[in-house]
């Protein structure tokens, strides 16, 4: 069965910081490879996502995520971090055959103003 | 107008009642999820129907009974309410197609006194 590793479990940073959030998965085969934020009490929302194409993508709100097939990582980035980013961060992995969504445990950003 | 909305928010009950959560999207999707998110924020699946049939029946109690009766809705009925069950339910819809992000609902934080 497909898996998902966010290794980072709670990640504090400085504004300004700059962000890498690590994510790997498990499955051969062609998959399909998302960012989803949850704010403070809020419901998941969509950062960006890759299925093809160029491995650099480029979402909402200054994150980029690149695809390493060859790693099999999907590593979440932004060049530097605001205190509104404050949340908890989930890669998620589907493949082709189904929308059936393999989410990572979540990274807990906190930034300091 | 809200994509995917999920009633109620909050559901405060005691150990054995049966209870019922309400979700509908008006986005037009064919798929429908319910995700269970545990006190560790892990989020897993449950169910999902595509066009009121049920195609991922995850490893779940049979106290959880989903329900669609049409494309745009997916109930969930919870028989015997345990203090296991604690935790926040969100639903999600998308298209068909490993590759369509997931819309997420806003919870329902249900707690089991």
């Known amino acids: 069965a497909q898996s998902v590793s966010q290794h980072n479990h709670h990640v504090i940073l400085s504004e300004a910081a700059s962000l890498e959030l690590g994510c790997n998965y498990s499955?051969?085969?062609?998959?399909?490879l998302f960012w989803y934020v949850q704010y403070p009490g809020q419901h998941l929302q969509l950062l960006l996502k890759?299925?093809?194409?160029?491995?650099l993508v480029k979402g909402i709100k200054g994150f980029e995520a690149e695809f390493i097939k060859s790693k099999f990582s999907f590593n979440l980035r932004k060049p530097s971090v605001q205190w509104s980013d404050t949340a908890e961060y989930f890669c998620?992995?589907?493949?082709?055959?189904?929308?059936?969504?393999?989410f990572g445990s979540g990274t807990k950003l906190n930034v300091k103003p | 107008d809200t994509a995917v909305s999920q009633t109620p928010k909050y559901l405060v009950t005691q150990m054995g009642n049966d209870k019922s959560i309400k979700c509908e999207q008006n986005?037009?999707?064919?798929?429908m999820y319910w995700y269970k998110q545990d006190s560790k924020k892990f989020l897993k699946i449950m169910f999902s129907?595509?066009?009121?049939?049920?195609?991922i029946n995850e490893t779940v109690p049979n106290r959880f009974s989903p329900k669609s009766p049409d494309k745009a809705h997916l109930n969930l009925h919870i028989n015997s309410l345990e203090l296991g069950d604690s935790a926040v339910y969100f639903c999600?819809?998308?298209?068909?197609?490993?590759?369509?992000?997931?819309?997420f609902g806003d919870g329902t934080r249900l707690s089991i006194l």
């Open positions: 999600a819809s998308s298209q068909t197609g490993g590759h369509q992000p997931q819309h």
């Open positions: 499955y051969g085969g062609t998959v399909n």
């Open positions: 890759y299925f093809s194409g160029d491995p």
């Open positions: 998620a992995v589907t493949t082709n055959n189904f929308n059936k969504f393999y």
């Open positions: 986005l037009g999707h064919d798929t």
């Open positions: 129907y595509n066009n009121k049939e049920l195609i």
